[in-house]
């Protein structure tokens, strides 16, 4: 059975349905369109649509423009691609992941400097002690582990308070999107281990090279 829509004062058939997508930003939700066919012959054409071959661009607005003046010379041709144009309905969060990205790369390297600083005077602190353990058996591991206990518990108690602010901050603006993710354990759970394996690695250097010292140097250091 054949159907047919009212588009204004004309009467269209209906000749196939499409599946929804989105042909505006994400942060709509999908609108209803209609396409539809207009022969050469038929009215003025507002715009076209053409695929255009990899490497022949130019080729193809050539002709493009050449089919355009024969049919409506009094229109001016003009013409976009695509994908720039949904490039631009993104731009805004380009430049915030972009300040997000260099901003948090800065912080990281303070916080890796700060890392590196405290260990060593945390590891200088505790140097004696470090040598009567490892005269009463203490492997190199465990001496590890206890003096990187302390920047575990502080990174934890500092990513418990951050975790709100973040919620927070992430949801409003997420709700921007018509269509957006939930924010769940997993995304939390994979930042607190990244930071945790960067603030290992900015210490594991002091602390390998305490637990690795000859324990009677450390029992004389002054």
Same mark, same amino acid.
């Given at each position: 059975?054949?159907?047919?829509?009212?588009?204004?004062?004309?009467?269209?058939?209906?000749?196939?349905?499409?599946?929804?997508?989105?042909?505006? !930003?994400?942060?709509?939700?999908?609108?209803?369109?209609?396409?539809?066919?207009? =022969? #050469?012959?038929?009215?003025?054409?507002?715009?076209?649509?053409?695929?255009?071959? #990899?490497?022949?661009?130019?080729?193809?607005?050539?002709?493009?423009?050449?089919?355009?003046?024969?049919?409506? #010379?009094?229109?001016?041709?003009?013409?976009?691609?695509?994908?720039?144009?949904?490039?631009?309905?993104?731009?805004?969060?380009?430049?915030?992941?972009?300040?997000?990205?260099?901003? !948090?790369?800065?912080?990281?390297?303070?916080?890796?400097?700060?890392?590196?600083?405290?260990? !060593?005077?945390?590891?200088?602190?505790?140097?004696?002690?470090?040598?009567?353990?490892?005269?009463?058996?203490?492997?190199?591991?465990?001496?590890?582990?206890?003096?990187?206990?302390?920047?575990?518990?502080?990174?934890?108690?500092?990513?418990?308070?951050?975790? #709100?602010?973040?919620?927070?901050?992430?949801?409003?603006?997420?709700?921007?999107?018509? /269509?957006?993710?939930?924010?769940?354990?997993?995304?939390?759970?994979?930042?607190?281990?990244?930071?945790?394996?960067?603030?290992?690695?900015?210490? !594991?250097?002091?602390?390998?090279?305490?637990?690795?010292?000859? =324990?009677?140097?450390?029992?004389? /250091?002054?």
């Amino acid at each position: 059975e054949e159907k047919f829509l009212n588009f204004g004062s004309t009467k269209i058939k209906v000749i196939g349905v499409v599946d929804d997508y989105n042909f505006e !930003s994400l942060a709509n939700e999908v609108a209803p369109i209609i396409h539809f066919y207009r =022969p #050469p012959e038929n009215g003025v054409h507002a715009f076209t649509v053409a695929r255009v071959a #990899p490497g022949r661009t130019a080729d193809a607005l050539k002709v493009a423009q050449e089919q355009w003046e024969a049919a409506l #010379p009094s229109v001016p041709f003009d013409y976009y691609f695509i994908d720039e144009q949904f490039q631009q309905q993104y731009e805004s969060e380009d430049r915030l992941t972009g300040a997000i990205s260099t901003f !948090s790369m800065v912080a990281i390297v303070i916080a890796t400097m700060g890392l590196l600083g405290l260990s !060593s005077l945390i590891t200088a602190q505790r140097t004696k002690e470090i040598g009567i353990r490892k005269v009463l058996g203490a492997s190199v591991m465990s001496i590890m582990a206890l003096l990187s206990k302390r920047f575990t518990l502080l990174i934890g108690i500092a990513f418990i308070l951050t975790i #709100p602010l973040a919620t927070i901050l992430l949801n409003n603006w997420l709700s921007d999107f018509a /269509y957006r993710i939930n924010l769940g354990v997993m995304v939390f759970l994979v930042a607190l281990l990244g930071t945790l394996f960067v603030a290992i690695a900015a210490i !594991s250097l002091q602390t390998a090279k305490a637990a690795l010292a000859n =324990p009677i140097k450390s029992m004389r /250091y002054e």
